[in-house]
């Protein structure tokens, strides 16, 4: 049977028939596919990602990109057997496979949800609001985001040859920012499958992913200022990217996430008979033997107390003993293979040196014998648990990272030396604390954040319901500081402003409104005889607006709201108390103002408004007594269009409204935005 050749996806065309590298699967040693010797055109690669990527990802907006995104999230669930199938060979279990494969499509689900949730329409962000930069109100400033209009390249080294390539294209892609993506290369076999799916899914603009199977050559050569590297891999080669001579000279933006030794500690707290002591050593188990240890979340450091390291070494034996290591298509394996022989070659290096500091608790000796067929010539490395004799005065643990199923712990004395020894990590992207004590994890984190890009605190409380200590989330920062390479990745939105350009703009704020979609306060209002409330999502326009009638507080509405309502404070009713308070009087309730300029601007017939959904940025700026008058103006200020359409097949968009409530004598009495829902034309 002829070994398929890989072919690397360039300029819209697939690449590569002459047979290069032999790819092994890491399960018995059999040829899987061999990467291509054919010569990539990166001058052509980078020309067709800015000539034609840009262009059509900007024919869209955010919002329709993140339709596309969780359209494909869908093409690849549906397909996603064909996927593990493959990702066998990679020496992955099912469960591995799941965070690789399906955690790759929930990401794409989680972006499409953060661009249709939190991005606009069009492809600009405004960050305001507006900051007022003259006395009149007639010179202003804010911030916009907008497309760099350039390319981002997405390098990883690591074993996730899917959701290593999805979690960098999801935010980049979002961002109207095309990628080319250079996986690692002992899986690349997996990567090119994923790709291939996404491809023929038909959703991706041409030019918005492109593939490199093999070597960058000299890619990184031709970038420029617009454009953004990622890499995931190791801190020496994260080292030495970052140096690159182009990337310095036109100041390429660079975020690197590198292996790191990342720790747990067990707090002092904690004792042999406590629940957390048994989740403190299933997480430590569970790190070392997902992914066979290979994910640079791995916790590398185990950091116990002193007097409880035999009990915690004893519970981890056990449960290592019971481990079944071998090829994960046999349904009693819970753990798999290395990627390649190469990389079990490397993690006994590794361990060797490390055992130079250290004795051995588990490993190798303790009965080791993968199960299956073939298996002797599989990447297969035992569960292999260590036990530092001097953390604090030896380095070299803190240093020497063995990339598999290797962890080591470390003794302490008191919670300052765990704290110690958790920052001679150098920088780390992940670290767990197993408490029961509030005050433990008050005193704990903030020491530690200095030092780890991530904190999972983990009590039986969070057990239940815990993604553990090693599982990045969408919606969360991944990334961590010094070894761990000093970059940011995820976060939900932020990741996206990543690969967007920011620029401060000064102007009138009628200007500043053109410029950035949206109403900005001082800015010219359009008025006309048809309430606001009343035109569709299409007829509506940025800066409609509406002065609503005037109405004065009686004290009967303080009355009659508080009966309502059944707030009674004293600054409402009691006479005496609110003259000796700094206001010097009785005042209506805030959310009396609320409502009564509800009352004053709301059209309440039926109409293109369909519900009004919530308030952002409400604040109660100066007092409204008892005879003050109050008017609102209610502007529209931003809208987007979410293509969503009602059971009737009627569209729907969101309309933010900027929302100003003044009294007698023109001063700003509350301020809001409303959100609501209107309806498009039938």
């Keep these: 049977m002829t070994t398929p050749i890989l072919q690397s996806y360039i300029a819209g065309r697939w690449v590569g028939r002459e047979a290069a590298q032999a790819l092994r699967s890491a399960v018995n040693g059999k040829p899987v596919a061999s990467t291509h010797a054919d010569k990539l055109d990166f001058a052509e690669a980078v020309q067709h990602a800015r000539k034609v990527g840009v262009p059509n990802l900007l024919k869209l907006d955010f919002q329709a990109r993140a339709e596309r995104l969780k359209a494909l999230a869908k093409f690849l669930s549906e397909r996603k057997e064909e996927l593990y199938a493959v990702s066998a060979h990679t020496g992955a279990t099912r469960t591995d496979s799941w965070i690789d494969i399906e955690g790759g499509s929930g990401t794409l689900f989680a972006y499409a949800g953060v661009g249709a949730n939190e991005l606009p329409s069009g492809n600009l962000v405004h960050e305001g609001p507006a900051i007022p930069l003259g006395k009149k109100g007639g010179f202003a400033g804010t911030h916009i985001l907008v497309p760099r209009g350039g390319l981002a390249v997405h390098i990883n080294a690591f074993n996730f040859p899917v959701w290593g390539l999805l979690e960098k294209f999801a935010p980049s892609f979002l961002a109207g920012v095309p990628c080319i993506g250079k996986p690692a290369t002992s899986t690349s076999y997996l990567t090119e499958k994923a790709v291939r799916l996404m491809v023929e899914s038909g959703l991706l603009p041409e030019g918005s992913l492109q593939l490199v199977i093999g070597s960058t050559g000299d890619l990184l050569e031709r970038l420029d200022g617009a454009d953004v590297v990622t890499f995931t891999g190791s801190a020496d080669t994260a080292a030495k990217l970052r140096v690159h001579p182009n990337l310095v000279k036109h100041s390429v933006p660079f975020n690197a996430e590198a292996d790191s030794l990342n720790m747990a500690v067990l707090a002092p707290d904690v004792t042999p008979d406590d629940e957390e002591f048994d989740l403190f050593v299933k997480e430590v188990v569970r790190e070392m ?9 791995a916790i590398r450091r185990a950091i116990v107390p002193r007097r409880h390291v035999d009990e915690v070494a004893r519970r981890l034996r056990a449960r290592l003993a019971k481990v079944v290591v071998g090829d ?73 990272e063995a990339f598999g199923p290797v962890s080591t712990l470390m003794a302490y004395e008191d919670l300052d030396e765990a704290l110690v020894l958790a920052a001679k990590g150098k920088g780390s992207l992940v670290g767990t604390l197993v408490t029961k004590d509030p005050a433990v994890a008050a005193r704990f984190v903030p020491a530690a954040a200095a030092t780890h890009g991530r904190i999972l605190v983990l009590d039986r409380e969070a057990a239940a319901e815990s993604t553990g200590h090693g599982s990045p989330l969408p919606v969360l920062k991944h990334g961590g500081p010094g070894r761990a390479g000093g970059g940011e990745e995820l976060g939900g939105v ?22 950035t979609g949206e109403h900005v306060r001082g800015a010219k209002v359009r008025e006309s005889e048809v309430h606001p409330f009343r035109r569709h999502f299409e007829d509506l326009q940025i800066g409609d607006s509406l002065l609503t ?5 009686t004290e009967a509405d303080i009355v009659a709201f508080g009966g309502l309502s059944g707030d009674y404070f004293y600054m409402h009713f009691d006479e005496l108390a609110a003259r000796e308070s700094p206001f010097g009087k009785r005042i209506a309730h805030g959310y009396f103002v609320l409502s009564a300029a509800a009352g004053l601007f709301v059209s309440p017939a039926p109409g293109p408004v369909l519900a009004n959904y919530g308030l952002d940025t409400l604040r109660f700026v100066k007092p409204v007594g008892i005879g003050d008058t109050i008017q609102a103006r209610l502007t529209a200020k931003r809208k987007i269009d979410k293509r969503k359409k009602d059971a009737k097949g009627v569209g729907q968009g969101v309309v933010a409204w900027d929302v100003e409530v003044t009294n007698q004598d023109g001063e700003l009495v509350a301020s809001y935005d409303i959100l609501t829902l209107v309806a498009k034309k039938n």
């Design 494 to 515: 932020r990741a996206v402003k990543h690969y967007l350009q920011r620029a401060a703009v000064q102007g009138s704020p009628t200007m500043l409104s053109a410029v």
């Design 328 to 400: 994960p298509s046999l349904e009693e394996v819970r753990m798999g293979a290395l990627a390649s022989t190469d990389q079990r070659v490397d993690v006994a290096e590794r361990v060797k040196a490390l055992m130079k500091n250290a004795e051995l608790v588990f490993g190798e000796k303790d009965g080791f014998s993968p199960r299956g067929d073939g298996v002797a010539e599989g990447a297969f490395f035992s569960p292999t648990l260590l036990l530092a004799k001097n953390p604090a005065g030896d380095d070299s643990v803190h240093d020497i």
């Design 289 to 297: 033997t997902v992914k066979a240890g290979q994910k640079c979340t």
């Design 549 to 553: 009638h005037r109405r004065t507080v």
